[in-house]
């Protein structure tokens, strides 16, 4: 399914920092460094699963990556184009090619807008299609993501939260875009209902060859869907490798304790349980060196000082890590 | 549609055809429920009617004067009103006054809003314009009240355009303040970040999307200044700084009426009455919508 040749976005060291403004002159105090430094290939058709603690910076770098909000620093080149620095206006044309799909069904859709003329709004922005035509591309729309036709005059508050967000999806490939950020798209979710997007996303991928990035805090489902699975922590990458590797066989000490808090699927089958200790650091001011080291049960003397540098340890796993 | 979905849908039946209805009905059905809010929209109603047809509904002139008939009491034969000290019938300067009191206290919430809710939409948006632009109202609030119309006359005149002209002004920086407020926390909502994330350009995603989403608190700030608009217009032109005689403004017609108060009572207390009724009217209005439309309900 997926094609290792042909990155379809290059992500380099790209950073996002908010600035923590305080005082009475409102003057820049610090940063929240939500995302520090990341490094990452996604490639064409994959689905590319990103977890870690919350408030680790997983929607941020999400944003960043569709350039909802400029970067602080780093570079994004998307089908050999960079749009890391790209202005607003000339990219625009990017924007049809990259989507987000929400967490929240509620708020991701304008309460005072029906169904049909939300997702009629990208046709009209975009293109140049008539008031019928674009009906028509709305009406496939629905059938595409499993509503029907009288769902087109309905307003948002009609629908279950499934329902909303099958319009959500709808929204995000109507202007058949190739790369989509799935922010916790399925968090809200019942279970069950969980399952059905789910399989709605899987079979869109594959009859639009469209590449995902699966922000979640569910593992399970992470595994279930990606095929690689990078984890995130304090805004840094921690360990990068195909989902069932890093299952399988974790490297990065962050890893093996995320992993061992969740309920193993096979009992009787021992795994040495890894606690994380204490609270996650404040992203404005994360400590020095591997900013694991204040919760890492393998710490040194120089994991407080050094920072420990992205490398490939084996094909396609990649680590940060000293002790690795 | 997958079958628990289906089951979604169904248990959610009951609330879906109470949906289907527009915002409007379902905020009127909650509005008419409130008694005082009731007599409120019933006493504006009557002012449009009378307003509108003024002069279908009168069988003098509100301002000839007829000084045969001058200072009749209330309930005199052919004035039911009775009629002032020039002899003009009482009745004919209050619907009269109606209109004008509707006119200006419409004509200046509109010039108001339009100033106030542009300031509000660009300022809660755009943040680099943020601080100017309240600076800009913070100045206005300065002056209390009353004294920022009057001041604004002052430079401009005294005529009853001026008024509407004043009283617009005055009411910029407080739906200014509205509106940048629930700009603020509308333009934070996922669905103005996916119509970023699609493309949309900030005029489109300020008119279409932040706008309606802040209609509410618009909507009962307008009633609210109806009443505060037909007052004030009341009050200067009480004060000689708006409607000149022999206009049938409410606050002149008192104004004129003060020295009268001991033999002919009834030119004062009846504009007196009129202008009390129809602001208690949009002010009871106002508290109606405000609960009415609460920004937690379910609209659609
Ligand atoms: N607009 C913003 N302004 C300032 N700080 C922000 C902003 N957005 C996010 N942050 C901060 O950046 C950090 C990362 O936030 P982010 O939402 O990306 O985390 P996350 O991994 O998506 O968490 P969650 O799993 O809870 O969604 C947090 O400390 C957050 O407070
Ligand atoms: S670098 Fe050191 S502190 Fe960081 S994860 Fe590895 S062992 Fe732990
Ligand atoms: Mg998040």
């Known amino acids: 399914m997926m094609n290792l040749q042909q990155p379809l976005l290059q992500i380099n060291n ?65 089908k050999g184009q960079e749009i890391g620095t790209l202005s607003d206006r000339k990219l625009k044309a990017f924007k049809r090619e990259m989507q987000m799909i929400f967490q929240d069904p509620y708020a991701s859709l304008n309460p005072r807008q029906r169904v049909g003329d939300a997702l009629e709004e990208a046709f009209i922005i975009h293109t140049s299609l008539s008031k019928k035509e674009r009906k028509e591309k709305v009406l496939n729309l629905l059938d595409e993501v499993g509503l029907k036709a ?70 399970g489902v992470v595994r279930h869907i990606s095929d690689r699975v990078l984890v995130m922590y304090l805004g840094n990458t921690a360990e990068l490798a195909p989902a069932d590797r890093i299952y399988d066989n974790p490297l990065h000490p962050y890893t093996k304790a995320l992993l061992s808090a969740i309920p193993r699927p096979v009992p009787g089958r021992k795994r040495n349980r890894v606690k994380l200790e204490g609270d996650l650091p404040n992203p404005a001011n994360p400590p020095k060196g591997c900013s694991f080291h204040t919760r890492c049960p393998l710490a040194t003397v120089r994991c407080k000082e050094e920072r420990p540098i992205w490398r490939e340890v084996e094909e396609n796993h990649f680590v940060a890590c000293h002790e690795v | 549609m997958p079958a628990s979905e289906a089951v979604a849908t169904q248990s959610k039946l009951g609330k879906q055809t109470e949906g289907k209805q527009k915002v409007i009905v379902v905020t009127l059905k909650k509005l008419l ?3 005082l809010a009731v007599f409120g929209l019933f006493i504006i109603f009557i002012q449009i009617l009378m307003a509108v047809f003024a002069p279908w509904i009168t069988h003098y002139s509100p301002v000839t004067q ?79 009240g009353i004294l920022l119309a009057m001041l604004i006359i002052a430079m401009l005149g005294t005529s009853l355009v001026n008024v509407m002209i004043a009283i617009s002004i005055w009411s910029i920086p407080t739906c200014a303040r509205i509106v940048r407020g629930s700009v603020l926390s509308v333009k934070k909502q996922e669905y103005i970040v996916a119509m970023k994330s699609l493309g949309a350009g900030n005029s489109r995603i300020l008119i279409k999307h932040i706008l309606p989403n802040c209609m509410a608190p618009i909507i009962v700030f307008a009633t609210m200044r109806m009443a505060t608009a037909i007052l004030s217009t009341s009050a200067l032109s009480f004060l000689g700084l708006g409607a000149q005689p022999p206009t049938p403004e409410w606050g002149a017609m008192i104004a004129a009426g003060q020295d009268y108060m001991w033999t002919s009572p009834h030119m004062t207390i009846v504009p007196g009455i009129a202008i009390m009724l129809v602001v208690f009217a949009f002010n009871v209005l106002g508290d109606g919508l405000r609960d009415a439309l609460d920004p937690n309900m379910d609209l659609g």
């Open chain 1, 150 to 219: 009288e769902h087109y005059d309905r307003y948002p508050h009609e629908f279950s939260g499934g329902q909303r967000q099958r319009i959500g999806i709808a929204r995000a490939i109507s202007l058949n875009p190739s790369f989509i950020v799935c922010d916790e798209a399925v968090s809200a979710l019942d279970v069950s209902v969980q399952a059905q997007v789910i399989k709605l996303l899987k079979d869109l991928q594959e009859k639009h060859q469209l590449t995902y990035m699966f922000i979640s805090h569910d593992l």
């Open chain 1, 14 to 78: 790209v950073k996002k920092y908010y600035p923590i403004k305080g005082g009475i002159l409102q003057r820049v105090q610090g940063h929240v460094k939500a995302v520090e430094d990341v490094t990452i290939d996604v490639y064409e058709g994959e689905t590319l699963g990103i977890v870690g603690e919350s408030g680790c910076g997983k929607s941020t770098f999400g944003r960043a990556v569709l350039r909802l909000e400029p970067l602080t620093e780093g570079s994004i080149v998307f």
């Open chain 2, 66 to 144: 007829s000084l045969v008939n001058s200072e009749l009491p209330v309930g005199s034969e052919n004035h039911w009103l009775g009629t002032d000290n020039y002899g003009r019938d009482m009745w004919s300067r209050i619907v009269f006054g109606a209109r004008i009191s509707l006119v200006v206290g419409l004509v200046s919430v509109i010039l108001g809003l339009t100033g106030g809710i542009a300031l509000g939409l660009i300022s809660g948006y755009f943040r680099k314009l943020d601080g100017w632009i309240m600076r800009f109202v913070d100045l206005l609030f300065a002056f209390p």
């Open chain 2, 33 to 35: 429920k409130n008694r």
